[in-house]
């Protein structure tokens, strides 16, 4: 990518060293670094801004309002959705997963299916097997090939009238995989399914399109787009988020309270009770503006170049074996070294100053499906180098060397 070391000077975390080694970040599925102009937003939020949101009459919080108002417009743009309203503000991906799973489920009986697949993180099964346990409905699952793609075949097998939502995982934070996930909405829509697309491992990654798409939600994290943690966003069609109920009550929901009846807020407010993550929305809006100004074209083809390189030179290392060589992959590599513990790996690269992912990665049935407890995950960012690519490949010799 042209003028990468101009873009990586504007990381202050690059100037750290670990261990006495120069920092080679390659945990970005679990967390992005993030700019100066990121924490400097934040900064400034809460030196000369700060003030709550909404309903106030002084220059503060009118200030603050709009601010936060024009990250939502500025969300709405990212993703390319009709409108400003259909951008709720979360916690994060896992929130915006649990609030659509909540206030879905008043809709599904025991006749009901939700349609999930073997891929997902946790956060996109958990929420549908509570959902479905209360209320009897069923979930199934749409099986994973050994090459980490889903098997499609089954997919259009599970649909029917009884399905009542598909939600599956944009890019798989623990192989790679990027679904084709137009092909699921249009095959969902046949049978009148809702879809959720949890975008935690693409938005960063890929330019997202909800009306091309044709999508009822999408949701995504700030701190996996170069934001704060602690924010999140949730996309949902205006129709949809209209027919559903509050998932939590306070303020900022409420329309009218009394002991008679309360009547709730209008969109989006309805689905964002209590303060807001004020300054973590200032935040993400910055990292969205970040993002852009670089453009998710140029960065999925600089991403995709880098993995293809680091796959290149992982597979000349004996022994190490690569989980999901999926035709579409985005910038995640997980693999094993023959009788080495994925553990060890991780530890010893970070005595060299490689950061890297070890575990399941909160994807407990990929790793029953291969039979093993866990992995070494290395995931790449637009930041990364070739350079960095080449020093964590050395460590890995080191390593293996050291523990053999």
């Known amino acids: 990518m042209k003028d990468l ?3 990586r000077s504007l990381f202050p975390i690059f100037q750290t060293k670990v261990n006495g080694n120069k920092l080679v970040y390659f945990d970005n599925g679990a967390t992005t670094q993030k700019p ?31 601010k936060l108002e024009a990250v939502r417009c500025g969300v709405q743009k990212f993703l390319n959705a009709k409108f400003e309203h259909e951008i709720i503000f979360t916690k994060g991906t896992t929130d915006a997963i649990n609030l659509v799973a909540h206030c879905l489920k008043r809709d599904l009986g025991k006749d009901s299916e939700i349609i999930i697949s073997e891929l997902e993180h946790h956060s996109n099964i958990v929420p549908w097997q509570l959902a479905c346990e209360e209320v009897g409905a ?20 599970l649909l029917s009238n009884k399905t009542k939502l598909v939600a599956i995982s ?9 679904n ?13 399914a809702k879809v959720l697309i949890d975008g935690a491992q693409a938005a960063s990654h890929m330019p997202v399109n909800v009306q091309k798409l044709d999508v009822d939600f999408y949701c995504f994290s700030g701190h996996k787009v170069f934001g704060p943690t602690g924010v999140g966003v949730l996309y949902g069609k205006e129709n949809v988020l209209n027919s559903m109920p509050p998932y939590q009550g306070g303020g900022e929901m409420i329309k009218n309270v009394s002991f008679k009846k309360t009547t709730f807020a209008e969109l989006p407010h309805k689905f964002e009770a209590g303060t807001p993550n004020i300054a973590g929305i200032i935040g993400l809006g910055t990292a969205l503006d970040f993002i852009n100004k670089i453009g998710l074209n140029k960065i999925f083809e600089h991403e995709i170049k880098l993995t293809e390189y680091a796959t290149k030179e992982l597979l000349k290392i004996k022994g190490l074996k690569i989980y999901g060589t999926a035709q579409k992959k985005s910038a995640i590599i997980s693999f094993n070294i023959d009788r080495l513990h994925h553990y060890d790996i991780g530890v010893l690269l970070d005595k060299m100053g490689v950061a890297v992912r070890t575990g399941h990665h909160c994807n407990q049935p990929i790793m029953e499906k291969y039979n093993i407890e866990g992995t070494v995950r290395i995931s790449l960012a637009f930041y990364n180098t070739k350079e960095e690519i080449d020093c964590c490949v050395n460590a890995i010799k080191k390593s293996i060397e050291m523990l053999s």
């Open 5 to 7: 070391q101009d873009i």
């Open 170 to 178: 944009h890019v798989s934070n623990g192989l790679g995989t990027i």
């Open 180 to 192: 084709p996930i137009k092909y699921v909405i249009d095959n969902a829509k046949k049978f009148n």
């Open 36 to 66: 100066i102009s990121v924490i400097n937003s934040i900064e400034n939020y809460y030196a000369h801004i700060n003030s709550n949101v909404h309903r106030g009459v002084h220059y503060l919080s009118n200030l603050a309002t709009d």
């Open 138 to 157: 069923k979930l199934k699952v749409i099986p994973l090939k050994e090459n980490g793609e889903l098997d499609w075949s089954v997919f259009e097998k």
